[in-house]
């Protein structure tokens, strides 16, 4: 069973001792995502060569490859999912080829942590974030039935706002004790996109706020800073993603920032719902215009100095944000952290390669009094952080004449 969500490639393999029951539960459960069907491992293999990624499904009663050499070294990633479990095997199966897809895509989609939801009428959609358990499965269940299902869990968005629909299987709580059960869509009653109809553009980003207190539901703007601390939590491929943060930002900018949607009982949201999805809609703070400004690292070959100096700079792929005209955002690594003050002007005044003591003298005229421990403190500290990289110069080819 070959799957191409938003280009990506994946391969489902039902190897031995498959149940013929639980292969068609799986294609059925997958059914919104037209799989393609082979008639044999070998026919997958010649059919679909420059796969990535693929899944076999197998219990384990006899060497795979024995059995299929023609598996050996033909994928870039190959996942061995035991059936014993069948329910288990089914919840996995689901999330291991969201993490394949969500990996394939990374750097070429802009990937949310997020449901979505579209207006046929209108083609705009609704982009729905929240942190596992926040409720966004069971909005996107209600409010599939309503407009125009996409997805639960990821949204996948181009370059222009447009979003590739992802209607894999919903996984539903049954109880606290077993897996979550896969369910196609369509079989729950879900007005589920094609999924290659990319013609639905994201209008608005909303997180969602479901709380216990009995509340009636009101929007409420989120600040870009807590937006994007919120929101990178939750968001796919952001650190393999070469524009990174930015590209979230420009996103919350194309769909007039961020909204909190706050509710209790899910059947109360629809008309709130549909005003977001208004072209004319006046919302809450709407005329606020989120700010902000970008520090990304220079590429920079290392300056020259005596060996045993001790030198420092911003570590290299580090990107800062100043946002909501006072809070720093940093995003490094696989992170995006909010710094002090103190720490941003660290890291904004190491762009290029300069002497701890240069830097010092840097920071005093910026921070008066500054004593001159407490500076190394805090440097050492983003320097173990990987925010910025401090060395001792020790190069057996220096000479004098090299400083002059």
Not at 11 to 31: C, M, N, S, Y
Not at 49 to 67: C, M, P, R, Y
Not at 160 to 186: A, C, F, G, H, M
């Amino acid at each position: 069973m070959a799957l191409s969500p938003a280009g990506a490639d994946l391969k489902v393999i039902f190897g031995p001792g498959v149940p013929d029951a639980l292969r068609e539960q799986i294609v059925q459960t997958w059914g919104s995502l037209s799989p393609r069907l082979f008639d044999s491992v070998h026919d997958a293999l010649e059919a679909t060569q420059s796969v990535a990624h693929a899944i076999v499904l197998t219990d384990g009663s006899v060497n795979l490859f024995d059995e299929h050499p023609d598996l050996v070294n033909p994928f870039g990633i190959l996942q061995i999912l035991n059936i014993q479990n069948e329910k288990q095997a089914l919840e996995t199966l689901t999330s291991n080829l969201t993490v394949a897809m969500i990996q394939q895509l990374a750097g070429k989609r802009t990937m949310l942590h997020a449901a979505a939801i579209g207006d046929p009428a209108t083609k705009r959609a609704l982009v729905l974030v929240g942190a596992s358990g926040r409720g966004k499965t069971t909005a996107a269940q209600y409010l599939g039935k309503k407009f125009t299902y996409l997805t639960d869990e990821t949204t996948i968005v181009g370059a222009d706002r447009e979003i590739y629909p992802y209607p894999k299987p919903l996984s539903l709580v049954v109880s606290d004790d077993e897996p979550k059960e896969q369910r196609n869509p369509v079989d729950l009653g879900l007005n589920a996109a094609d999924c290659e109809d990319t013609s639905y553009t994201a209008a608005r980003v909303v997180m969602v706020g479901r709380t216990d207190e009995p509340t009636k539901p009101y929007l409420e703007r989120v600040s870009l800073g807590d937006a994007l601390m919120s929101i990178a939590e939750q968001t796919s491929g952001v650190a393999l993603n070469p524009e990174g943060v930015l590209s979230i930002i420009r996103l919350f900018e194309q769909c007039g920032g961020v909204w909190r949607l706050v509710y209790s009982e899910v059947e109360d949201i629809e008309p709130l719902v549909r005003e977001l999805l208004a072209e004319n809609a006046v919302l809450p703070n709407s005329e606020r215009v989120d700010e902000y400004e970008t520090f990304e690292t220079p590429d920079r070959l290392p300056n020259v100095y005596p060996n045993g100096t001790q030198v420092l700079q911003r570590m290299f792929g580090t990107v800062g944000y100043l946002v909501d005209g006072e809070r720093f955002l940093l995003h490094h690594g696989d992170s995006l952290d909010e710094i002090s003050a103190f720490a941003a002007e660290c890291w904004i005044n190491a762009a290029h390669e300069l002497t701890v003591r240069e830097h010092y003298e840097v920071m005093r005229e910026l921070f008066e009094g500054l004593p001159e421990d407490a500076h190394r403190q805090v440097v050492e500290q983003l320097s173990e952080s990987g925010i910025l990289t401090m060395r001792t110069v020790d190069d057996p080819l220096y000479t004098e004449e090299d400083s002059n």
